[in-house]
């Protein structure tokens, strides 16, 4: 298990309830005989408050498990699932954009396209990854890659995780709106096996510019969602100090999701979250992929947009009344 | 939707009601309106015949999904489709108040079932299908029934070899409908694509505004893209994008004139050539079915040779 520098609002009374418990551990034993008694009474209330606690996070808590910073992140993913693994730059038309991943990589014997929002691992990574909020640019060249990838008969695999598309000046005057629907027209089309995984944050249409296709996997405390908790507390209440409210109504979490029919399957995640044991996730996530492609990969290509486009064409015709 | 409901509709319209200063007492109130551009103050009858544009400044006020269409449609050609279909709530969303309150309200305020109204038509003579977004209903925000009408809209046009004119003005996605909201981009975006590679033209005009969620999926996919005159357009609104840069925005950010400039639109088009504007570029786009004269004109095809 990974030592964890970060602690999250909620993690705050157990770790609160740590540190009595090193506290103790540092007196002498020997002196106190009841200490030892003391210290396994504390040590087992802990756990089941552990227990108690990460078996039923609230979306809001989910949200922040998401957005943690130590949680594993595309680049980890790219570098423990695929191998073979060449780096492709640029949109042809403007720059590269280093808040999106896009490459060919090889995994379990299948040649793919990854493509993925690039969240930096400290703050100078972030800066220069724009904290993996993509420009027109960004999305410019993973539709570019999405091209290659049917233009090769290669299928593409996704990793979602972004607060959004960057609300900038420059991104508007570039295109930011028309880069997004060019990706989501593309995807739409693509004539080969698209595998999405949402590994931490789906912020909006800048997650779902890379973020539709034949399967999405979702990890246990990902999240996808319309708007940010936060801007739909701002937007409703006038207010943003009430996301843990929007976050339950806007039902964001892979569970929601799966019960909605937009997300296929949940990876399930060590108690806490994924950045307590990066080796199991990354492993978790690696079998599901190869599985999903692996079904995929099969499916006679026409066949595949069809079908896909029948998904996407269901989702909220079961909710309107005429 | 009866005639009735549509005067009805039209009569909800948000003004700025000015204080008849010049008008005689005997006037009815709401005859005379203050011009948002240039603060003159206009007659009623003027500013509807213009099509709510002003005769003094050119500024372009809100109009309704029905007055887009009509203004849009030959005469008498506008038919509606799915014209009764509204939302379920589907996630039973309540944050500050519940959703079907919202809808209950948007419905009431706006005699219309929901955010937009699409049908067929003819558009100089073409055969169409038209849409046209009413910011009044919910900031025409996108969620299930918005999505699916947009997406039927295609797929008719499609099955009817009809080309596609589509107006927009939104806040976006519709928030209380969550992922399913989110969905309809890619969903529209679908449709777009199925429509696209059946080699029919679809032509869309952004009104004001257009943002968001509906900025980034099915309008930006058109053959041709128009704008209103002053119009804003843009996926992330002015407000966040200063609250996020902290840099003042340029002047013109986000207007149709700038995207024109930015080369994301081809052309701004005052509302009152509109019509005149889509039918002609249709004129173009629709001729797909090439007369065998026009094709031999066009790329002579030496005679005799090899039959
Ligand atoms: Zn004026």
């Known amino acids: 298990m990974a030592a964890v520098r970060h602690v999250m609002e909620f993690e705050r009374p157990i770790v609160e309830l740590e540190r009595q418990l090193e506290d103790l551990k540092r007196l002498d034993v020997s002196a106190q005989p009841e200490l030892a008694e003391e210290i396994a009474r504390l040590e087992s209330e802990i756990e089941m408050l552990k227990d108690a606690l990460y078996s039923a996070l609230t979306p809001w808590e989910r949200v922040q498990v998401a957005r943690h910073p130590e949680r594993p992140k595309t680049q980890d993913y790219v570098a423990a699932l695929f191998s073979e693994v060449v780096e492709l730059r640029g949109d042809r038309a403007y720059g590269d954009d280093e808040a999106m991943f896009a490459g060919f990589g090889t995994l379990d014997g299948v040649r793919c396209v990854v493509i993925g929002h690039r969240k930096g691992k400290n703050t100078a990574e972030n800066i220069r990854r724009n904290f993996g909020s993509p420009h027109p640019e960004g999305f410019r060249k993973a539709r570019r890659a999405m091209l290659l990838a049917e233009k090769f008969g290669l299928p593409v695999v996704s990793f979602l ?7 900038g000046i420059e991104a508007e005057e570039r295109g930011q709106a028309w880069a997004i629907a060019e990706c989501l027209e593309t995807l739409a089309g693509l004539r080969t096996p698209v595998v999405v995984v949402g590994i931490g944050e789906g912020g909006s249409g800048g997650a779902l510019a890379i973020g539709f296709g034949d399967r999405l996997i979702m990890l246990e405390n990902a999240y996808y969602s319309v708007i940010s908790p936060e801007m739909a507390s701002l937007i409703l209440f006038k207010d943003p100090q009430h996301a843990a409210e929007t976050a339950s109504a806007l039902r964001l979490t ?63 015709a079961a909710f309107v009344r005429e | 939707m009866p005639v009735s409901d549509w005067f009805r509709a039209r009569e909800q319209r948000r003004y700025t009601v000015a204080s008849p200063k010049t008008a005689s007492a005997d006037l009815p109130d709401g005859v005379w309106l203050k011009c948002a551009g240039c603060k003159h103050t206009v007659y009623r009858g003027d500013l509807e015949k213009n099509l709510n544009v002003c005769p003094h400044c050119g500024h372009h006020t809100e109009l309704t999904a029905f007055e887009r269409l009509l203004a849009l449609a030959d005469d008498g050609t506008f038919e509606e489709t799915d014209a009764t279909m509204t939302s379920t709530d589907p996630l039973r969303f309540t944050a500050a108040k519940p959703y079907a309150e919202t809808l209950a309200a948007a419905r009431e305020k706006t005699g219309l079932s929901e955010a937009v109204v699409t049908g067929r038509a003819l558009v100089g003579g073409h055969p169409a299908v038209l849409g046209a977004m009413d910011f009044r209903f919910i900031g025409a925000s996108m969620g299930s029934v918005v999505g699916e009408k947009v997406s039927r809209a295609f797929d008719r046009a499609r099955d009817e070899r009809r080309a596609v004119v589509f107006v927009t003005a939104s806040g976006g996605a519709r928030m209380q409908e969550g992922m399913i909201s989110l969905m309809q981009m890619a969903k529209t975006a679908a449709a777009v694509r199925r429509f696209s590679d059946a080699g029919l033209p679809f032509v869309a005009v952004l009104g004001n505004p257009t943002y968001g969620g509906v900025t980034a999926s099915f309008p930006v996919l058109a053959d041709v893209i128009l704008a209103e005159p002053g119009a804003m357009v843009g996926f992330a609104g002015p407000k966040l994008v200063e609250e996020t840069t902290r840099q003042s925005l340029p002047k013109g950010f986000q207007t149709a004139e700038s995207l024109v400039r930015h080369g994301f639109v081809d052309a701004v088009v005052p509302r009152t050539e509109l019509a005149q504007t889509v039918a002609r570029v249709l004129d173009y786009l629709c001729a797909q079915e090439v007369p065998e004269a026009a094709e031999g004109a066009a790329c002579p095809v030496p005679r005799g040779e090899g039959s």
Not at chain 1, 161 to 167: E, I, N, Q, S, V
Not at chain 1, 283 to 310: K, N
């Open chain 1, 254 to 316: 892979a569970a929601d999701l799966v019960e909605l029919g937009i997300a296929d399957e949940v990876v399930q995640e060590p108690r806490g979250g994924a950045h307590r044991d990066p080796a199991l996730v990354l492993a978790a996530v690696e079998a599901a992929v190869s599985r999903a492609l692996r079904d995929l990969l099969g499916v006679p290509r026409d066949e595949l947009v069809t079908r896909r486009q029948a998904r996407l064409a269901a989702i909220g």
């Open chain 1, 161 to 167: 995780d972004t607060a959004g598309a960057y609300p």
